[in-house]
C-alpha cells in the first residue's frame, strides 16, 4: 500500500512541474491578449478617414496604417494558438498521470476494496485523496484551457466587429483563471506531501 502511495507522490510531483509550466505561460498568453485587444481596438480607429486630419494629404495613409496593424495582428494570433497548444499539451499530460493513476488502484489480480483505498499509512494520504486529487486537479485544468481556447475564438471573432467593453471582459476572464482557486490546489498538495510539510 505504501508503495502505491509513494508512485501516487510521484505522479504528484510530476504533476506539480506541469502546473508550473502552466503558471510560466499564463503571464505570456496575457500578454498576447492584451497586445491583440489593443489592435483590434485601433481597427476602429484607423478605419475613421476622420481621425487622420492632416494626415489625409498623404497618400495611401489610412491603406498603410491599417495594413501595419492587421500585420501585426498575424503575427500575434498564431502565436497565441501555439501558447493554446503548449496548454493543451499539459492538459493531456495531467491527463495521463490521472489515468495512470486510476490504474495504478484498478490494475493487477488485487483489486482494492473500498476500505482500502480509504487506509492510511501514518500521515501519508489515503489512496482516494491521491485518486481524487489528480482527477480534481485535471478537471480544473481541463475546464480553464477550454475557457482559454474560447476566448481566444472569440477574441479571433471580434477582429472583425470589434467591441471595446467585450474585449476588456474577455480580458478580465483570461486574468483570472476562474477555474483553478489556488487555495484548493494548495489544499490538495498538502494533503498528498503531509509527512513532508509535518
Avoid at 510560466?24 to 498576447?32: A, C, E, F, R, S
Amino acid at each position: 500500500m505504501e508503495g502505491i502511495i509513494n508512485k501516487y507522490q510521484q505522479k504528484f510531483k510530476k504533476l506539480k512541474e506541469e502546473m508550473n509550466r502552466w503558471d510560466d505561460l499564463q503571464p505570456h498568453l496575457i500578454v498576447q491578449f492584451r497586445n491583440a485587444s489593443s489592435i483590434i481596438e485601433r481597427l476602429q480607429v484607423v478605419q475613421d478617414p476622420k481621425n487622420y486630419s492632416c494626415l489625409n494629404s498623404v497618400g495611401g495613409i489610412q491603406a498603410a496604417v491599417l495594413t501595419k496593424q492587421m500585420e501585426s495582428l498575424q503575427i500575434i494570433l498564431p502565436s497565441m494558438e501555439k501558447a493554446l497548444e503548449e496548454f493543451r499539451g499539459i492538459v493531456l499530460s495531467i491527463e495521463k498521470l490521472y489515468r495512470d493513476g486510476r490504474q495504478l488502484v484498478k490494475g493487477g489480480s488485487n483489486q482494492l476494496t473500498v476500505k482500502q483505498l480509504q487506509q492510511r499509512v501514518g500521515v501519508k494520504p489515503c489512496l482516494a485523496d491521491c485518486l481524487d486529487g489528480l482527477m480534481i486537479l485535471h478537471d480544473m485544468h481541463y475546464s480553464e484551457y477550454l475557457l482559454k481556447s474560447s476566448l481566444f475564438s472569440v477574441l479571433s471573432e471580434l477582429a472583425l466587429q470589434p467591441s471595446t467593453s467585450d474585449l476588456g471582459a474577455l480580458q478580465q476572464l483570461l486574468v483570472d483563471q476562474p477555474n483553478i482557486p489556488k487555495e484548493e490546489v494548495q489544499s490538495i498538495f498538502e494533503i498528498i506531501f503531509a509527512e513532508e510539510i509535518n
